[in-house]
C-alpha cells in the first residue's frame, strides 16, 4: 500500500485536537459540528509528560467568517508551536489569515496559502495584537497591509485566484 506523506518524511503528530464549532448537544441539522486539526512536524517530537492539553476545545472562539477556525483554536496552535521553539506556521488554508496574525503576534513567521482573492486581500491586511493578560485582538488595516510586512504572489495557476501569502 501506499504511504502517507507522514510516513514517508518521518512527520510527528505534534497535535491531534477536536474544536466544537457548535456547543456540545446542539442539534446541526446534518452539519458537521467539530473540526479536527491536526499539527505535523519533521524535527520536533511532543513529550505529552510535559505538554499536556485538552483533546477537545469546546469553543473556538470568536470568528472571523464562517469557514475560520476561531481564535481561540488559532492562539491554543501557535502558543504550542511557540512554546516549542518554532519559528513559523505554515497554512495550505488560510483563509482569512487569523491563524497568520496570530503567529506574528508571537513574534513568528506565517506563510498562507489561499485560493480565493477576497480572503487572500484580507489575510494579507490582518494583524493580531497581544494585550494584557494574554488576551489577542485581532484587526483589518483597510490600507491592505499587516503591521508585519506580507508579501503576495498571486498564481492563476489552473484555478483562479490562487495566491500564496508570506509574512
Given at each position: 500500500g501506499g504511504?502517507?506523506?507522514?510516513?514517508?518524511?518521518?512527520?510527528?503528530?505534534?497535535?491531534?485536537?477536536?474544536?466544537?464549532?457548535?456547543?456540545?448537544?446542539?442539534?446541526?441539522?446534518?452539519?458537521?459540528?467539530?473540526?479536527?486539526?491536526?499539527?505535523?512536524?519533521?524535527?520536533?517530537?511532543?513529550?505529552n509528560s510535559i505538554h499536556v492539553y485538552a483533546d477537545v476545545l469546546p469553543e473556538v472562539g470568536d470568528k472571523s467568517w464562517k469557514s475560520a477556525m476561531?481564535?481561540?483554536?488559532?492562539?491554543?496552535i501557535v502558543k504550542l508551536l511557540h512554546k516549542l521553539g518554532?519559528?513559523?506556521?505554515?497554512?495550505p488554508f488560510c483563509g482569512k489569515g487569523d491563524i497568520l496574525a496570530v503567529a506574528n503576534a508571537f513574534g513568528m513567521d506565517a506563510i498562507g496559502v489561499e485560493m480565493h482573492k477576497k480572503r487572500a486581500?484580507?489575510?494579507?491586511?490582518?494583524?493580531?495584537?497581544?494585550?494584557?493578560?494574554?488576551?489577542?485582538?485581532i484587526s483589518e488595516n483597510k490600507q491592505g497591509e499587516g503591521r508585519f510586512a506580507r508579501k503576495a504572489q498571486h498564481d492563476e495557476g489552473k484555478k483562479k485566484g490562487g495566491s500564496n501569502l508570506n509574512s
Open positions: 504511504k502517507t506523506c507522514q510516513q514517508r518524511r518521518s512527520f510527528s503528530c505534534l497535535m491531534h485536537r477536536i474544536f466544537c464549532l457548535k456547543p456540545p448537544g446542539t442539534p446541526t441539522y446534518g452539519r458537521v459540528g467539530y473540526s479536527h486539526l491536526l499539527c505535523f512536524s519533521e524535527g520536533a517530537r511532543l513529550d476561531g481564535l481561540n483554536a488559532c492562539i491554543e518554532h519559528t513559523a506556521v505554515v497554512n486581500r484580507r489575510a494579507r491586511a490582518v494583524t493580531a495584537e497581544r494585550l494584557k493578560g494574554g488576551r489577542i485582538s
